[in-house]
C-alpha cells in the first residue's frame, strides 16, 4: 500500500522560512517523480514544485520560483520542500503527491498544514 | 497559464447519472486529469488521460473529452459520491486545476 507521510507545518511569521518533509512507503521511491501541491483554506489545488525520479531536475510554477527548493533522499525514502521568504499567501495545506512523470498526481498523502501570520 | 473552468456545484439523487464539465482556455491534448475530494480528507486521483480509470476506482466512473472540453460521468450517483471534483490538465505547463465542482446529493 503506498503511504506518504508529510511533517513539518506550523505556524510561521511572514518572511521566515520552513521545511516540510515527507517519508514514502509501499512503493520503489527512486522510481518516481515526486511533487509537492497546496490547497488554501476553502480553495482550489495548486501544483507547487516536481523533482524527477533521480533528482537531477526539479520544476516550478511563477509563484513560488526562486522561494521553494524540492529535494529527495533516495536512500530514506523522503522528499523535502524547503520555503524561504514566507508569504501569508503561502498559507495553505501542504500535499506530497506520488507524480506520473509530471502528467498526473497518482497518490497524495494527508497533508500538513502551514499558516503564514504575524 | 490554462484556466480550467468547473461549474461551482450540483445537486443530484441517488442512482441519477450526473455530468461534470471542465473547459480549458486552451486545447490540453487528451491531458486532463480528475480527482476526488471528500470533506477532511486528501484528493483522490478518478481519471486520468481523459478516460482512463485509475486503480481500484469503480466503474460508475467514467472520462471522456479532448482538446478544450472534458467530461466525468457518475453513473449512478451513490450517497458516498458526496465530494468535490477537481480536473486537472498537465498538456501545458505550468500544470493547473480546475476551481472544483461540489457534488451534493439530494
Known amino acids: 500500500e503506498v503511504q506518504l507521510v508529510e511533517t513539518g507545518g506550523g505556524l510561521v511569521q511572514p518572511g521566515r522560512s520552513l521545511k516540510l518533509s515527507c517519508v514514502a512507503s509501499?512503493?520503489?521511491?527512486?522510481?518516481?517523480?515526486m511533487s509537492w501541491t497546496r490547497q488554501a483554506p476553502g480553495k482550489g489545488l495548486e501544483w507547487v514544485a516536481s523533482?524527477?525520479?533521480?533528482?537531477?531536475?526539479?520544476y516550478y510554477p511563477d509563484s513560488v520560483k526562486g522561494r521553494f527548493t524540492i529535494s529527495r533522499d533516495n536512500a530514506q525514502n523522503t522528499l523535502y520542500l524547503q520555503m524561504n521568504s514566507l508569504r501569508s499567501e503561502d498559507t495553505a495545506t501542504y500535499y506530497c503527491?506520488?507524480?506520473?512523470?509530471?502528467?498526473?498526481?497518482?497518490?497524495w498523502g494527508q497533508g500538513t498544514l502551514v499558516t503564514v501570520s504575524s | 497559464d490554462t484556466v480550467l473552468t468547473q461549474s461551482p456545484a450540483l445537486a443530484v439523487s441517488p442512482g441519477e447519472r450526473v455530468s461534470i464539465s471542465c473547459r480549458a482556455s486552451?486545447?490540453?491534448?487528451?491531458?486532463m486529469h480528475w480527482y476526488q475530494q471528500k470533506p477532511g480528507q486528501q484528493p483522490k486521483l478518478l481519471i486520468y488521460?481523459?478516460?482512463n480509470l485509475a486503480s481500484g476506482v469503480p466503474a460508475r466512473f467514467s472520462g471522456s473529452g479532448s482538446g478544450t472540453d472534458f467530461t466525468l460521468t457518475i453513473d449512478p450517483v451513490e450517497a458516498d459520491d458526496t465530494a468535490t471534483y477537481f480536473c486537472?490538465?498537465?498538456?501545458?505547463?505550468?500544470?493547473?486545476f480546475g476551481g472544483g465542482t461540489k457534488l451534493e446529493l439530494k
Open positions: 503527491t506520488r507524480d506520473n512523470s509530471g502528467y498526473w498526481f497518482a497518490y
Open positions: 509501499g512503493f520503489t521511491f527512486n522510481n518516481y517523480w
Open positions: 523533482i524527477t525520479n533521480s533528482g537531477g531536475s526539479t
Open positions: 486552451e486545447g490540453v491534448n487528451s491531458y
Open positions: 488521460k481523459a478516460s
Open positions: 486537472q490538465q498537465s498538456w501545458n505547463d505550468p500544470r493547473t
